[in-house]
């Protein structure tokens, strides 16, 4: 019995051990290969012809002044929604999104390229963001501040701008709004850009490192590492983090915190990073314009809200909003200028101006006395 049981056991352990008798053969590598080729084929032709139909749709338009007129960030993000929607796999949403957002940049440049002005030197996070919303077709105009964003967009020597408002962490960025004051100009699109902070060095070595360059944001987002890793070094504040890469390459001790785009434009190497003391670190900016575009479905809206001083002024600018369950993302008050111990809110809602229930809101509070501005409805950021 003993070695009935014996057997059995050995041909057992030697039906495991055979190869099965199905086992899927490999691919030939030179026919996946060939397939492949023949579906690049595929994409191109379909990419040119999709370009030949943009240009029509240039045509249909008729002879317009300049590339911000044949540009519709509701079509788009129209577009981009549809992408996930009839996304299954194996690509991120994130990452066909990007493919499409080139493809129509390259497109739309067709006409001419969109001018986009954001806050300088090449290699900031705010680049970051334009390449994020208008693909890297679109020309970018490195600018010294936020302040002469603005200005440009307002004169028109840029088609549009990007300007950080918030940051996921460390809050609003006041400049930008105060800027919405006096500004006439309207914010036409958002973007959410994931932040990676990294310390970029000439030498690479951080027992190098005596000084650091950064924005104010990337110093504060990144306090806890630098309390705990460099203590005792000097921390310069500087008017972006690519400004301080800038000045770093210029010295071995000297350092910055900065993206790794900033590192690879002014030759940095990477002393540490990722640095932020958030995981979910992300910076949320704004596209400004000069003109409001129509719904696109899914839109958000800002509000600059001047309250007369009287009891329950606020209440009754909300109340009007949670009635028709209109949904407020955000709330801010600014010193009012020109006018001491007074103040305006600025207030992100959901929905689009030119669409009830919103639309019958601000009527309903406009008719209040208080002064409400619009500053713009866009289409709420995708992947």
């Not at 705990?228 to 070094?233: F, G």
């Not at 932020?276 to 409001?292: A, H, K, M, W, Y």
Request: net charge neutral.
């Amino acid at each position: 019995m003993a070695k009935k049981n014996e057997t059995s056991k050995k041909a057992a352990a030697k039906a495991v051990s055979k190869p099965a008798a199905h086992e899927p053969a490999k691919p030939d590598l030179s026919a996946v290969r060939e397939q492949i080729d023949g579906i690049d084929q595929q994409i191109q032709n379909l990419i040119a012809e999709r370009a030949r139909w943009a240009h029509q749709v240039g045509k249909a338009k008729g002879k317009l002044a300049a590339a911000v007129d044949y540009y519709r960030p509701e079509r788009e993000a129209q577009v981009l929604r549809r992408v996930v929607d009839r996304n299954d796999g194996p690509l991120a949403d994130e990452v066909l999104v990007r493919l499409f957002r080139e493809v129509m940049s390259a497109c739309l440049a067709q006409q001419e390229p969109l001018k986009i002005g954001f806050l300088g030197p090449e290699g900031t996070f705010s680049q970051q963001a334009v390449h994020k919303h208008f693909g890297h077709s679109a020309h970018g105009l490195p600018l010294a501040s936020i302040e002469e964003v603005f200005q440009e967009v307002a004169c028109g020597n840029a088609d549009f701008g990007v300007v950080p408002v918030e940051n996921s962490g460390q809050g609003t960025i006041q400049v930008t709004l105060d800027m919405f004051l006096t500004s006439p100009l309207r914010i036409c699109g958002e973007v959410e850009l994931r932040v990676h902070q990294y310390l970029l060095s000439r030498s690479g070595h951080l027992e190098d490192v005596e000084r650091i360059f950064g924005h104010p944001q990337s110093l504060a987002q990144t306090a806890g590492w630098l309390r705990t890793n460099l203590p005792r070094v000097e921390k310069i504040p500087v008017s972006s983090n690519a400004e301080g890469a800038r000045r770093a390459r210029n010295s071995d001790d000297a350092a910055a915190i900065a993206g790794e785009a900033a590192g690879l434009v002014y030759g940095l190497k990477r002393v540490a990073g990722p640095i932020e003391d958030r995981s979910d670190n992300t910076t949320r900016f704004l596209v400004i314009g000069r003109q409001p575009f129509p719904p696109s479905g899914n839109d958000r809206t800002s509000l600059l809200v001047f309250i007369r001083d009287r009891p329950g002024a606020l209440y009754g600018v909300l109340e009007p909003l949670a009635r028709r369950g209109i949904s407020m993302n955000r709330i801010e008050s600014r010193p009012e200028h020109g006018h001491k111990w007074q103040y305006a809110f600025f207030i992100d809602v959901a929905g689009h101006c030119d669409e009830s229930p919103l639309k019958d809101a601000l009527e309903e509070i406009g008719g209040l006395g208080d002064e409400v501005r619009v500053l713009g409805s866009y289409p709420v950021a995708i992947a």
